[in-house]
């Protein structure tokens, strides 16, 4: 192509393609096309998607030559190229942002991009604002958003088709102190319990996160709350298929094929339900989620979190999550936590408290 602005450092693939496009004031899947030499076809929404994420070699190299770049610089740009190894149900298929990065970039370059960051599933906080990753889901918006890059005098804008307006023009508001997580009520079913979240919690969030990222990256040797990043990583992803039916998240694994997928290439995007991580949640429960693990896990094994509530004002802990799970998600989690080391199982049990007593509380046993 003529035109092709450079990437910008830690700038995502589709957002780089999409920026490309905004040129001609084509669409991402268009100017793939073009680099694959064939028509425009709704199947390369996915084929994009599955760029994106490092998974198609030749995709990368034909979108190097029309950007003017060399393969191995445009799959730097990917989820795998950021993050070697990275497994497949981290990787998030769905478009998310922080406003106030979109808005710095608005004001910078007169352009948005979305960083790679965006798309690995631990991330859910901006660490320079401070702020959740949003996908167009909160209130404010619209129930359902149609969210589409379009082109503004030769630039890239971020639009929701459903309301009209641009998503990067929006005033940045900090939500705090909120209730999270924030559904519009068409997703799903009503929330059982919320988590009242104050400021403060955000720092040991964000040390979580990066956490979670090392422990992705397979780095070794760099602790959490007494964890290693290995045994950090199993006990999250044991965790997090618990949580979201605490939120009164009740989706099916077809739901959750439906909304981020558009099912061109099955078995790509949705994982197995069994295997549901922070990358296949929405972006609103997947803050609330990530905040409820900071807040469970240093009860268990560092200092707890302040600021950091169930809607009824009682403390976030191992303890309270226990007690709102159902029997069936209580045998899960002692199922899976069998597997863990002695020492961090023996840790979990002591900050329940509650082996005897939940055993007498239920209907079998009585």
Excluded: K
Excluded at 58 to 64: I, T, W
Excluded at 183 to 201: E, I, Y
Excluded at 282 to 299: E, K, N, Q, R, Y
């Amino acid at each position: 192509m003529p035109i092709a602005p450079a990437p910008v450092t830690g700038e995502a693939l589709l957002s780089w393609v999409a920026r490309i496009a905004a040129r001609y004031h084509l669409s991402g899947t268009a100017i793939l096309a073009h680099a694959l030499g064939e028509l425009p076809h709704p199947r390369h929404t996915a084929v994009l998607s599955a760029a994106n994420a490092g998974r198609l070699p030749a995709a990368e190299a034909a979108l190097a030559v029309v950007g003017h770049s060399c393969p191995g610089q445009v799959h730097a740009l990917t989820t795998r190229g950021l993050l070697p190894g990275v497994p497949p149900v981290w990787e998030r298929p769905a478009v998310m942002w922080c406003p106030g990065c979109l808005r710095a970039a608005l004001a910078d370059a007169g352009e948005v991009h979305l960083r790679a960051s965006w798309f690995v599933g631990c991330c859910v906080v901006c660490p320079t604002h401070w702020l959740p990753l949003e996908d167009g889901l909160a209130p404010g918006c619209c129930l359902w958003p149609d969210l589409d890059f379009v082109a503004e005098r030769g630039r890239l804008r971020l639009l929701c088709r459903s309301c009209h307006s641009l998503v990067d023009a929006r005033p940045v508001e900090h939500p705090w102190p909120e209730r999270w997580p924030r559904h519009p009520p068409a997703r799903g079913t009503p929330m059982d319990v919320s988590l009242q979240v104050a400021p403060a919690a955000l720092r040991r969030v964000l040390a979580l996160q990066e956490a979670l990222w090392r422990a992705l990256a397979g780095q070794t040797g760099s602790f959490w709350a007494g964890l290693l990043p290995t045994d950090l990583r199993v006990i999250v992803e044991d965790l997090v298929p618990l949580l979201p039916r605490v939120f009164g998240w009740r989706s099916s694994q077809d739901t959750i094929a439906a909304v981020w997928s558009d099912g061109a290439i099955p078995g790509v995007i949705a994982p197995p339900l069994d295997h549901m991580t922070l990358a296949r949640l929405p972006a609103s429960l997947a803050f609330t989620v990530m905040v409820c693990l900071a807040a469970v896990l240093s009860s268990v094994f560092a200092t707890p979190v302040a600021g950091v509530a169930w809607d009824d004002g009682t403390a976030v802990s191992a303890r309270t999550l226990w007690q709102l799970l159902s029997v069936a998600d209580q045998d899960r989690l002692l199922e899976s936590a069998s597997q863990w080391r002695p020492d961090l199982r023996a840790a979990l049990w002591e900050a329940i408290v509650l082996p005897e007593e939940a055993l007498l509380a239920r209907p079998e046993v009585q």
